[in-house]
């Protein structure tokens, strides 16, 4: 099909990484990276609820929120036109407000010739999972069809591209030439091939190519990876944008739709990384965003030598940099040598600041007051620890960082108050296999660029410990971590009960061990720091259980 | 209007206190109920999510769940009639299982003669406020009207006489002689004279009286107060159970349901508390009930001789008795005199266990290490404290209480894992002006009594101080708490930005100052235990917003 009446047209792919609540920040963005498209593009696209940032949460109910976000709308589409940008239409992301009913929306609103030139409101709220948007938005009612250089563009807004029905069945029978979606799509293992999936569906289903825009940065909990595309009927990829950080990239509607002609559109592709790798640099962005947009210069850890620490420390100086990582070594008398040199190595290896605090002369200070004795002064030995770890962040005014893995939270194998401080916690939704993975992947990544390892081989290889009493390992009170952590995916990410994984073949002991212990250390995890999700079920939001609760089945 | 086919029909309502997940122990409990209404009533009704507890929260997707719930139901319908009470109409709730969908359902179900007599499942799915409903359940289609003794009975779950419209409306033209709402319905202060308004809306929508049964008792943050009743159309109640404690009362449906003739029908009214009694009640309700579903015999707390202490003290005294409560006076160099006698005083007051540890040896073991400054010191000896109430709560099994008040929460007045340790926070719903309304309140009714006072004067009288430095007061951080309480309740309870509050007749540097305190110090707040909801507006999951955020408007 060859519409005479059309042109091709140039559209600006813009997946930035905005700020919650900084409308001034991300207007300017958008701003910056409109001065940048405005000579190759038509259309210049940006993320869902791209001036607010993303999610906004009960934020929405904040009637001066919503004028202030209406007002930057406003102002952004004078600002374009008086830069000579009038032409240009740009598509934004932010939160509207019904008439009607005074309730929230979220709204994708089209910047053109100096004013908001058109908009549309999300129609289904995703409401499960990390998600609360049935919570705090009203649905939409209508479709929204740009009219461009004579193409027609049907609009969307990330969840409603998942469900059946809804605005994209509508805009099936409206003859659009291209199907917009704008998301703020948070990242989870496996997520990219979903979402292509998805799109080639939807494709077919308006018969046009789909313009896949994402959102990319850390938001407290949540990463969003990027990775926007452009895929037509056939499943041909045309365009894809760079994972796990900000990108510019193009991509033209030609004037025929025919699939099979690609009239030259195919744009840049950029590489899609392995799955290991995926994962350690969405921890590194949620790290570093949690960083930078709370005001931090530098983070403070405790490093034991154990491998959970330092690869924390590792991916704390991916994020700002070796310099602006504090590495504290805090041994006992029940420190082996061994990870005191651990330790050292790491923090020289990737460049950080190291200090030891024993902490010997302050467990004795206490026990000389309290005789503690067993699991209470073990407990002891953590929580010093944990004062000096929150006195280093309080007086060189340090993000403090957890490094509890996905397993140990998901046991309750830390010390709350202990080693469980923090502002946030960047493995914590990373099962001990994984975290194993991850570290040797460093390595390998190190040793592919020349370099010598990051973390120390010992670190990866020795048995797990505590060591907070004489030859403590983690196996004295968990099943060995690779059936662990079976056990864990299948109760915590798949919800089978007690019989589900009696018939996934795990042993009844082992399942009762793991049940009540996850289930008993529910209210430990509620005062846990934040931390990226990065599965497709992280403790957290995503997984609201009662603290009190007797069900054990 | 009188129906010569239909016989009175006497209603038992057993206002219960269920335990989440409990499934056994919950339908033991209905038993009893029924054993004791049984010669009394032919309907007995229990209040929603009955065999399960409420809120369940995600426990809905766990399909072994959702198995033992119908179990549940089933085996104590054939329970029922094995011990002669089949012909009694025992109303209970539950959860359900949409067959066509598979999705959870919130479900009321009557049972008789041995089975599952009829179904009902809830329209409206609260989203709001602590209410995630609408993620985990889908809502039901279908009215129900029971048909007993020739009356037709229509139901209804909650959220479905809040809203306009649905089942409600529907019965409306169905011609019932009593509408039956079973409710899990949390306390919140005045909430009590809004449901009796609501409820008399409904009974003239509805032509007919209303049964409003709610269950009592404290789930995590929330707390249900019971207070169940039956009200006419006129508003005449007819019926009022007991606040705060489990309660069976019974109320009979004469055959003539014109309101001038109550035939008899006005049952027990049981009085209503007044304002202050009632958010006093509702903490150590919520108080009690966590200690004992979660285990619990005791609880431990540090006494500083302040007001938020002391206050947490005699509510965990009369949750569970002086004798299983540790209070812990833990004095450093900055401490006065007045504080160590008043905390004293207020142990033996209560019949706590009362030890004295002194912080000094500790502060100077690790201050010959760390050198600590201003803040950073002030900080450190909250932790040592906090460090040594965990100690206390793992050597002895008892649940540590943490004593911060709603005003401290808010501004971030409180050093986290240093105060604020804790598995649960009595009063942290509690601005500090309600803090010394209930401690005075508290004394007032030991005087009552012909009892010494409970709060030692002292610590009501005193100006706060956290005792960190010589002769610091919280007013040398903090608005006078006269004024921040006012701009707290406008700024978190009626989400009124700084034009609002502007408006409200705040002074600008007060304005800025307390929302920059209150957002800044989110981190710690989603760090800090659960504790009863009281207010219209808790912290925690009635109010969800991001960490990371540079809105300041």
Same mark, same amino acid.
């Given at each position: 099909?060859?519409?005479?009446?059309?042109?091709?047209?140039?559209?600006?792919?813009?997946?930035?990484?905005?700020?919650?609540?900084?409308?001034?920040?991300?207007?300017?963005?958008?701003?910056?990276?409109?001065?940048?498209?405005?000579?190759?593009?038509?259309?210049?696209?940006?993320?869902?609820?791209?001036?607010?940032?993303?999610?906004?949460?009960?934020?929405?109910?904040?009637?001066?929120?919503?004028?202030?976000?209406?007002?930057?709308?406003?102002?952004?589409?004078?600002? +374009?036109? %008086?830069? &000579?940008?009038? /032409?240009?239409? !740009?598509?934004? $992301?932010?939160?509207?407000?019904?008439?009607? @009913?005074?309730?929230?929306?979220?709204?994708?609103?089209?910047?053109?010739?100096?004013?908001?030139?058109?908009?549309?409101?999300?129609?289904?709220?995703?409401?499960?999972?990390?998600?609360?948007?049935?919570?705090?938005?009203?649905?939409?009612?209508?479709?929204?069809?740009?009219?461009?250089?004579?193409?027609?563009?049907?609009?969307?807004?990330?969840?409603?591209?998942?469900?059946?029905?809804?605005?994209?069945?509508?805009?099936?029978?409206?003859?659009?030439?291209?199907?917009?979606?704008?998301?703020?799509?948070?990242?989870?293992?496996?997520?990219?091939?979903?979402?292509?999936?998805?799109?080639?569906?939807?494709?077919?289903?308006?018969?046009?190519?789909?313009?896949? +825009?994402? %959102?990319? &940065?850390?938001? /407290?909990?949540? !990463?969003?990876? $990027?990775?926007?595309?452009?895929?037509?009927? @056939?499943?041909?990829?045309?365009?894809?944008?760079?994972?796990?950080?900000?990108?510019?990239?193009?991509?033209?509607?030609?004037?025929?739709?025919?699939?099979?002609?690609?009239?030259?559109?195919?744009?840049?592709?950029?590489?899609?990384?392995?799955?290991?790798?995926?994962?350690?640099?969405?921890?590194?962005?949620?790290?570093?965003?949690?960083?930078?947009?709370?005001?931090?210069?530098?983070?403070?850890?405790?490093?034991?030598?154990?491998?959970?620490?330092?690869?924390?420390?590792?991916?704390?100086?991916?994020?700002?940099?070796?310099?602006?990582?504090?590495?504290?070594?805090?041994?006992?008398?029940?420190?082996?040598?061994?990870?005191?040199?651990?330790?050292?190595? +790491?923090?020289?290896?990737?460049?950080?600041?190291?200090? !030891?605090?024993?902490?010997?002369?302050?467990?004795?200070?206490?026990?000389?007051?309290?005789?503690?004795?067993?699991?209470?002064?073990?407990?002891?030995?953590?929580?010093?620890?944990?004062?000096?770890?929150?006195?280093?962040?309080?007086?060189?005014?340090?993000?403090?960082?957890?490094?509890?893995?996905?397993?140990?939270?998901?046991?309750?194998?830390?010390?709350?108050?202990?080693?469980?401080?923090?502002?946030?916690?960047?493995?914590?939704?990373?099962?001990?296999?994984?975290?194993?993975?991850?570290?040797?992947?460093?390595?390998?990544?190190?040793?592919?660029?020349?370099?010598?390892?990051?973390?120390?081989?010992?670190?990866?290889?020795?048995?797990?410990?505590?060591?907070?009493?004489?030859?403590?390992?983690?196996?004295?009170?968990?099943?060995?971590?690779?059936?662990?952590?079976?056990?864990?995916?299948?109760?915590?990410?798949?919800?089978?009960?007690?019989?589900?994984?009696?018939?996934?073949?795990?042993?009844?002991?082992?399942?009762?061990?793991?049940?009540?212990?996850?289930?008993?250390?529910?209210?430990?995890?509620?005062?846990?720091?934040?931390?990226?999700?990065?599965?497709?079920?992280?403790?957290?939001?995503?997984?609201?259980?009662?603290?009190?609760?007797?069900?054990?089945?």
């Amino acid at each position: 099909m060859t519409d005479s009446s059309r042109k091709p047209v140039r559209f600006a792919l813009a997946q930035i990484d905005t700020c919650v609540g900084d409308l001034d920040g991300n207007a300017d963005k958008v701003l910056s990276y409109v001065r940048r498209a405005a000579d190759s593009a038509d259309v210049v696209i940006f993320p869902e609820m791209t001036l607010t940032g993303y999610p906004i949460e009960d934020l929405a109910f904040r009637a001066t929120f919503r004028k202030a976000a209406w007002e930057a709308a406003d102002g952004l589409a004078k600002t +374009l036109a %008086q830069e &000579g940008h009038g /032409d240009l239409y !740009v598509v934004v $992301g932010t939160v509207g407000t019904d008439h009607a @009913s005074d309730n929230p929306r979220n709204r994708l609103v089209a910047l053109h010739n100096g004013v908001v030139w058109a908009g549309y409101d999300k129609h289904f709220l995703p409401n499960y999972g990390v998600f609360d948007e049935f919570r705090i938005f009203s649905p939409g009612e209508k479709t929204l069809v740009l009219e461009i250089e004579g193409a027609r563009i049907g609009v969307a807004i990330c969840e409603d591209i998942w469900q059946d029905g809804g605005p994209v069945a509508q805009l099936a029978s409206q003859h659009i030439d291209v199907l917009l979606t704008i998301n703020g799509s948070p990242y989870e293992e496996g997520k990219t091939s979903t979402r292509l999936d998805l799109c080639v569906k939807r494709a077919r289903e308006v018969a046009a190519p789909v313009i896949y +825009l994402n %959102q990319v &940065g850390g938001q /407290d909990d949540l !990463v969003f990876d $990027g990775a926007s595309f452009v895929v037509n009927q @056939s499943g041909t990829i045309l365009e894809r944008s760079a994972q796990f950080r900000e990108d510019l990239s193009f991509w033209t509607l030609p004037v025929t739709s025919d699939p099979q002609t690609t009239d030259g559109s195919v744009s840049t592709l950029a590489p899609l990384m392995e799955r290991t790798e995926e994962v350690y640099e969405a921890c590194v962005l949620g790290l570093k965003d949690y960083i930078t947009k709370n005001g931090f210069t530098g983070v403070v850890l405790g490093l034991s030598g154990g491998i959970d620490s330092a690869l924390v420390a590792a991916m704390a100086a991916d994020a700002v940099g070796g310099g602006n990582v504090w590495g504290i070594s805090m041994p006992s008398r029940y420190s082996s040598d061994g990870s005191k040199d651990d330790a050292a190595q +790491l923090a020289e290896n990737i460049g950080a600041h190291y200090t !030891v605090e024993p902490i010997e002369n302050l467990f004795t200070a206490y026990q000389d007051q309290l005789h503690l004795q067993a699991v209470a002064a073990e407990n002891l030995q953590a929580r010093l620890r944990g004062v000096i770890v929150m006195a280093y962040s309080n007086s060189k005014g340090l993000l403090a960082l957890a490094t509890g893995n996905k397993s140990e939270l998901a046991c309750g194998y830390s010390t709350i108050y202990g080693d469980a401080v923090g502002g946030y916690a960047p493995i914590k939704d990373l099962l001990k296999t994984r975290v194993w993975d991850l570290a040797k992947w460093r390595n390998a990544k190190a040793a592919k660029e020349g370099n010598p390892e990051v973390i120390p081989l010992n670190s990866i290889v020795k048995p797990p410990s505590a060591e907070l009493r004489p030859g403590q390992k983690d196996s004295d009170s968990l099943p060995d971590y690779a059936l662990l952590d079976q056990v864990l995916a299948a109760y915590i990410e798949h919800a089978h009960g007690r019989a589900d994984l009696l018939a996934d073949g795990f042993d009844p002991q082992t399942v009762d061990t793991v049940m009540r212990l996850v289930d008993k250390a529910e209210w430990k995890r509620r005062q846990y720091p934040l931390g990226p999700k990065v599965t497709a079920l992280a403790f957290g939001r995503d997984r609201r259980l009662p603290v009190t609760s007797r069900f054990s089945e």
